[in-house]
């Protein structure tokens, strides 16, 4: 993470916004860097919404509003290309501390060796999730997440084109793409902007103003404990107003 707030008013200019319309565990731009073979890493996602929508997404589901979710994130090097997830439990506690457990996923990232040294860096993550019937509308689903990332001295632009399923036909994926503009302070301080939107149905895009479009102020910190902390703000009646994001991230195992 890395703080220079006399260029965040560029940043925020050349950002596009990202959107969540149903809820989420994960909110982050992945960036194609993984962990070195044979090495343990623990990821702890949550994020909270103070101020969100009062509908739920779908019938069957809870209403975003003030709903903490997220989960523990646990990944492991297999390869200098290939890194193996196991999301476990995914979470929500929602208003009068009532806990739900909804999902749990596993995943496969492939990328270009040495991401965090190229100035052109790329990467494809599939993932496979069993859910509650609150939390998604289908049982079992999946995602597929191209990176595509470009390096210029201090500042990465990344892009997340990610297209959600349900198993039920190409038609149904779901485009929900998500972006990051950073600039690195130093090897371990970032600031960044970063936009989430989900944009409906491949076949059938949804209207301009059901579409949900967020927009991310966001902080990293690359120490021991790293640490991702971010502010988003929906920019249209069809996304929550505000979310905040937490990622805390360790090495658990380095040979």
Not at 13 to 26: F, N, R
Not at 107 to 117: E, G
Not at 126 to 138: I, T
Not at 149 to 165: A, E, H, Q
Request: glycine content about 10%; aromatic content about 12%; overall charge negative.
């Amino acid at each position: 993470m890395r703080s220079v707030f006399n260029i965040l008013p560029l940043i925020c200019l050349v950002a596009c916004p990202i959107a969540a319309s149903a809820q989420t565990d994960e909110i982050q731009v992945y960036n194609a860097e993984i962990a070195s073979p044979g090495e343990l890493t623990l990821t702890l996602h949550n994020n909270y919404t103070p101020d969100g929508l009062q509908q739920p997404a779908f019938p069957g589901a809870f209403a975003p509003n003030r709903a903490l979710n997220g989960v523990p994130e646990f990944g492991y090097g297999a390869e200098p290309w290939l890194e193996l997830g196991m999301y476990l439990p995914v979470y929500s506690v929602l208003p009068g501390g009532h806990y739900y457990v909804e999902s749990s996923k596993l995943r496969a990232l492939f990328v270009v060796p040495d991401a965090h040294k190229r100035s052109f860096f790329y990467g494809m993550n599939f993932e496979l999730s069993h859910n509650a019937a609150r939390w998604e509308e289908h049982a079992t689903s999946g995602e597929i997440r191209p990176i595509i990332g470009i390096r210029s001295g201090p500042v990465d632009f990344i892009v997340n084109p990610i297209l959600d399923t349900g198993f039920d036909g190409f038609g149904r994926l779901d485009f929900a793409p998500c972006e990051r503009i950073a600039y690195n302070i130093s090897e371990k301080w970032a600031l960044a902007v970063e936009h989430y939107a989900d944009l409906g149905k491949l076949r059938q895009l949804l209207p301009g103003n059901e579409q949900s479009e967020s927009l991310f102020a966001v902080i990293d910190y690359n120490g021991k404990t790293g640490v991702e902390f971010g502010i988003g703000h929906g920019l249209n009646d069809a996304t929550n107003k505000v979310v905040i994001k937490l990622m805390l991230s360790w090495s658990l195992h380095h040979p």
